[in-house]
């Protein structure tokens, strides 16, 4: 759809890791806002926040392997007027210190960035410990907190940017292998929005983060089986889009969800809680069926837990499939 | 502002005491042993140590307080009602359907509170942050009060807390720890021992006092004493006793989470008006 100003997927694309996307953000954030400041529990290359800490080594704070701290930490400069972007990897933050995020930032009402990395599989031979894949579900549950998945490092970008003069508290989840890259400059974000960046009427599909790809993909292949799929990219898990959602199934009456993490309570339990209540509708959620990742490469992994275009396109038949 | 005697500060902190009692009474459930306890150190900070304007509550040039232990916000009610905040009448809707007196604090809801509490462990973390923040905006000279219960240091937190306070050498952070020694289920010492405490916390790069919890004169010295350690965040090791003022509570832990029956608040509201028997009550 050109009104998206996607990438060309015919040709190829250019990869990143998501998180590079944020370490860019965060630095221009840095440089528009003087209350913008990072805090990091020890992992300031790999959540990419050694950008921000370069340029402006007075406005990071070194937490060290202190999860709790981290965020709560976030809670007290924030009620003096900063704008903390506090990071870690996904599994140890909001992995390990929900409590402190539901009460001194949620309850508390202070608009924190939490920022978690390496969500998802695709962090690869780290193994299970390190595959967050219930976060979506854990911050999705507070009121208050903004959950955004970027689909890759240039929405990433604009994301970080769009976190840092919100007024609530976020959730940015990022992740670590490198990517391709989708969107472009002009591709449209705004926090809230969902996005139909392929247009069809006979099924849906409603992804997130990574997978928003792989849907991409899957669209592409369902075309030459004879099905037109209407993609819809949700980078904004919370709030969602029910408009943009609603509108698409109404259209297609089938819907496929895709996400790189728990269904239950992820954007799969999002998606089916929507259409329980407003248009009932058959559904597959794609993602990770209740159980926990292990070691390997990324694609193996991917493809090993059925998260990508190739089990996408096959859901997207199973919905179909009215027998 | 003109300072108040000590004879006068002691009155408010009877006072307050009797507030408490009727707030715990009212509502039916709450903590009574803790707020009891606390009731000096309030008194020290709101009418003698802390910065403080109860009619620009957001003023940028107040100090801070940050209640670690919200279980005993019954105490900061009654002090806040008595330095002005909000009226006294408020007070008995204490964890009552619409009350901005939530059953623990919340800031959202009353002006005045600094931070949201209960779940233990968190008010050192929050002020290592605002340090941090006001360090950065070379605000350093207002000072950041903590004030924390025994019972909750059994949470890993603090102690993530005091090393990133002597890390980054937070001087302007004087926390005050209630020693009662008790918590839920039982003394300290037996549920999780704390002891050595005063050496934990110098280990922890901390400068460390030790006061009695009880006597408002020590703990307002104790607070002039520590805004005089410039190299290191300040802990107050608070000896306190728990119900302090009703002689059925004191030392007794089990009155930590329960609130005094009716009978049970009229014995002790004589007991604090006729000050343990000293004098006759005034409604007699």
């Known amino acids: 759809m050109s009104d998206m100003h996607l990438a060309d997927l015919d040709s190829e694309l250019a990869n990143e890791p998501i998180r590079k996307g944020f370490g860019k953000g965060l630095l221009e954030a840095g440089k528009r806002d003087v209350n913008v400041v990072a805090a990091c529990a020890d992992l300031t290359d790999s959540t990419q926040m050694s950008l921000f800490k370069a340029e402006f080594p007075d406005r990071f704070i070194e937490i060290g392997v202190a999860e709790q701290n981290l965020v709560t930490v976030g809670s007290g400069m924030s009620a003096m007027g900063k704008i903390p972007f506090v990071s870690s990897y996904a599994a140890f933050s909001p992995g390990r210190n929900w409590e402190q995020i539901r009460t001194t930032i949620c309850l508390n009402d202070r608009p924190v960035k939490v920022v978690g990395s390496h969500a998802g599989v695709s962090v690869g031979p780290d193994g299970a410990t390190h595959q967050m894949l219930e976060d979506i579900a854990l911050m999705r549950g507070l009121p208050n907190m903004v959950v955004i998945a970027p689909c890759d490092s240039v929405e990433a970008e604009k994301a970080t940017l769009a976190t840092a003069t919100d007024k609530r508290p976020c959730y940015l989840r990022l992740a670590r292998e490198a990517t391709p890259i989708i969107t472009t400059d002009k591709t449209p974000f705004e926090i809230g929005k969902a996005y139909v960046l392929a247009k069809g009427a006979d099924v849906t599909l409603i992804a997130t983060g990574t997978m928003t790809y792989q849907a991409l993909l899957a669209a592409e292949k369902l075309f030459k089986d004879g099905i037109e799929a209407e993609v819809v990219h949700v980078p904004t898990i919370k709030p969602l889009d029910q408009e943009t959602i609603l509108k698409s199934v109404r259209k297609t009456g089938a819907v496929v969800t895709a996400e790189e993490g728990q269904i239950n309570g992820g954007l799969g339990g999002a998606i089916a809680e929507l259409l329980a209540e407003n248009h009932p509708t058959r559904l597959k959620r794609v993602g990770m069926q209740d159980r926990f990742g292990e070691s390997g490469s990324p694609d193996q992994l991917l493809e090993h837990f059925g998260l990508d275009a190739k089990h996408i396109r096959l859901a997207a038949h199973a919905v179909l499939d009215k027998n | ?284």
């Open chain 2, 1 to 284: 502002m003109q300072k108040l005697s000590l004879e006068r500060l002691e009155t408010i902190a009877n006072d307050i005491r009797e507030d408490i009692i009727k707030m715990l009474e009212h509502a039916g459930s709450g903590h009574s042993a803790g707020p009891l306890g606390l009731a000096d150190i309030f008194t020290a900070l709101y009418f003698d140590v802390m910065k403080y304007d109860p009619k620009q509550p957001d003023w940028d040039e107040r100090d801070i307080l940050l209640l670690s232990n919200g279980h005993c916000v019954p105490v900061q009610y009654a002090s806040m009602a008595h330095a002005g905040f909000f009226d006294k009448k408020e007070l008995m809707t204490l964890r009552q359907l619409g009350t901005r007196l939530q059953g623990h604090p919340e800031r959202t809801k009353l002006p005045g509170l600094e931070n949201t509490s209960g779940p233990l462990g968190c008010g050192l973390s929050q002020a290592c942050g605002m340090a941090l923040a006001m360090r950065m905006d070379k605000q350093s000279h207002r000072w950041i009060y903590v004030v924390m219960g025994d019972g909750e240091q059994d949470e890993g937190n603090v102690w993530e807390a005091a090393m990133l306070a002597n890390k980054y050498k937070l001087s302007n952070i004087i926390a005050i720890t209630d020693r009662n020694n008790i918590q839920i289920d039982g003394p300290t010492e037996s549920v999780m021992p704390l002891e050595d405490f005063k050496a934990k916390w110098e280990a922890f790069g901390w400068h460390t006092i030790e006061v009695n919890g009880n006597d408002i004169e020590a703990v307002i010295d104790a607070c002039a004493m520590a805004k005089a350690i410039v190299e290191k965040p300040i802990m107050i090791v608070a000896h306190t006793i728990p119900g302090k003022g009703v002689d059925f509570m004191e030392y007794d832990f089990t009155w930590h989470g329960k609130p005094p029956d009716h009978e049970q608040a009229k014995k002790a509201l004589h007991e604090l008006r006729t000050l343990g028997g000293k004098i006759k009550g005034e409604h007699e």
